[in-house]
């Protein structure tokens, strides 16, 4: 009898437990599983900067906000639209009226990824929902006229997906943030009556799995409340056991508190972190949102992604990739060849992906590079580059008289010879497909 009223003690205990407004509580909740098993997301930003569909998701800030204004956007707006022509005023062209949410969720289904992060607001304050603290600056009351968070969330769940939001904390224009920049973030006029009745609306509304937070550079995470916000999220909230938060809560925050790291945009550490972190880079090389005058040497490659995805993987990482939808909403179809390119290849090669954890060493480059990622004692090596003869030579692996090789795709093991009784291996490589991905995954079973 003792040991089950100690064991429910510790049960209620155990639930009863709650996190606490400040960074040390925080810190220490668990990341829910799913994410890390998940790896790969699809970020999408969207929004009325997708209707210029110039220089970057930035354009309003770069036109009228910045001192001095760059030259490329005042020149665009002076030569394509009429003098006095403001930013809100692209709104209303905001049409979307070629989105079909189940043809994208179609899309990044078939691109193996496991989330989907859309921009439920940007910096330019314009939500894609019928935010009540956003009047006559959203989706339902102007440009689409639809709830497109909700029409997206909906699509992307029914394909057994995971849903996040980003959302920026800072607002470029708004009078109340202004207001209190002026007065040097002591008063918080903004945050209390437009950002946290927002964040709290859209949690309970969209139930998001990931809440993508930005902006929040310019004032400490006092100013926003976040730590107020993140106890509330991770204990009474409606995602409180499954919700995952990035690190961009105040300034002096990123790499240091929250759920996983960002760090920065296209972060890509030298060696293996010791907290779990994301890598959020773009197809399109220089703009997160939709550039009508993108080129073709400016998107990235498909063979460039799945190295880049390889190597955020093996270093413990999450790779969120991002595409930039037209005003009328349509994802590019150079977008979508490299999603589905990405998909092909997982899907021959994603048990080395998914679930995986970095192995004692994440990479060596003998031959060709090879990055390493592991489950129990499998050890899955892939060769980001074609190896120049039909041998490729590995010195981190320890084998035994029982290892097995294979090549991921073909049952048949492949032979192997030892470079040195401490290690290492020369493997006899059978003729390998080809694939525009330009990678190729060995599989090692290294039970002793």
């Known amino acids: 009898m003792l040991a089950v009223s100690l064991l429910i003690v510790a049960v209620v205990s155990q639930t009863a437990a709650r996190y606490t407004p400040d960074w040390t509580s925080l810190d220490a909740r668990p ?47 002076s030569q394509n639209y009429p003098p006095g022509f403001s930013y809100p005023e692209f709104a209303p062209q905001f049409h979307a009226q070629f989105f ?19 921009t439920a607001k940007h910096h330019e304050g314009f939500t894609n929902w019928e935010s009540p603290n956003s009047w006559n600056w959203n989706s339902v009351d102007t440009g689409p006229h639809r709830d497109l968070v909700g029409d997206l969330g909906e699509a992307v769940r029914n394909r057994s997906l995971h849903y996040g939001l980003y959302n920026s904390l800072y607002e470029w224009f708004h009078p109340l943030y ?24 859209m949690v309970v509304r969209y139930q998001p799995e990931v809440i993508w937070s930005d902006g929040d550079w310019e004032a400490p995470d006092t100013y926003w409340n976040s730590t107020q916000f993140l106890a509330w999220l991770y204990n009474d909230s409606p995602v409180k056991d499954t919700v995952v938060t990035n690190d961009r809560w105040g300034a002096g925050c990123a790499c240091k508190h929250g759920g996983y790291y960002n760090c920065e ?15 959020c880079t773009s197809v399109d090389t220089l703009s997160w949102g939709h550039r009508r005058n993108m080129k ?57 992906i998914y679930s995986s954890k970095p192995w004692r060493v994440q990479t060596e480059n003998t031959t060709i590079p090879v990055w390493y990622t592991s489950k129990g004692l499998i050890v899955y090596a892939i060769m980001t ?8 030579k590995l010195l981190e692996p320890k084998t035994s008289a ?24 020369v493997v006899l490589l059978p003729e390998l497909p080809y694939t525009p991905a330009q990678a190729w995954t060995l599989k090692l079973d290294l039970v002793q």
């Not at 202004?178 to 009745?197: A, M, R």
């Not at 990739?321 to 999603?339: K, S």
């Not at 580059?385 to 490729?392: F, G, H, L």
Request: with cysteine.
């Open 100 to 118: 079909n949410p189940e043809e994208w969720a179609d899309i990044f289904k078939a691109s193996g990824a496991k989330y989907v992060v859309l």
């Open 265 to 279: 945009d296209k972060y890509t550490p030298g060696q293996l972190p010791k907290h779990k972190w994301e890598k």
């Open 402 to 425: 029982i290892t097995q090789v294979f090549l991921v795709g073909n049952p048949t093991p492949l032979s192997w010879a030892p470079v040195n009784p401490g290690g290492g291996l």
């Open 296 to 352: 073709m040497n400016e998107v990235m490659p498909l063979a460039a992604i799945i190295e880049d995805l390889v190597r955020t993987v093996a270093l413990g990482g999450n790779y969120l990739l991002n595409v930039g939808p037209t005003a009328d909403g349509m994802i590019p179809p150079v977008f979508e060849e490299r999603l589905r390119g990405v998909g092909d290849w997982l899907e021959l090669n994603g048990e080395a």
């Open 385 to 392: 580059a074609k190896p120049p003869m039909s041998t490729v």
């Open 31 to 77: 990341l829910p599983s799913w994410y890390d098993e998940a790896k790969l997301g699809i970020f999408i930003h969207w929004g009325v900067f997708s209707v210029p569909g110039f220089d970057s998701e930035w354009f309003w800030w770069h036109w009228q906000g910045q001192q001095p204004p760059d030259p490329k956007c005042v020149n665009y707006m």
């Open 178 to 201: 202004l207001i209190d920049k002026k007065n040097g973030f002591k008063t918080q006029e903004f945050v209390l009556n437009k950002l946290l009745p927002e964040l709290y609306n």
